[in-house]
């Protein structure tokens, strides 16, 4: 069996996957989607401030190597 994605545009579509399912020909296994959570939620507090302004300093540095090559 093949698990998908799918996105519902219209009403009338997702009344045809209820209806399919009531067949037992799919199974809806996710009928709300929760909305993604931001990264910088996710990921807030999960690196030490020091590492956090080395890795901040570091891509500055590299910005800046970036911007100022000569091609």
Do not use: F, W
């Amino acid at each position: 069996m093949n698990t998908i994605l799918i996105q519902i545009n219209n009403d009338k579509a997702y009344k045809l996957i209820e209806d399919l399912e009531e067949l037992h020909l799919i199974k809806v296994l996710r009928k709300d989607s929760k909305p993604t959570q931001k990264l910088s939620e996710k990921y807030s507090g999960k690196l030490s401030e020091k590492v956090a302004d080395e890795m901040q300093e570091y891509i500055s540095q590299s910005r800046n190597q970036c911007n100022n090559r000569n091609i």
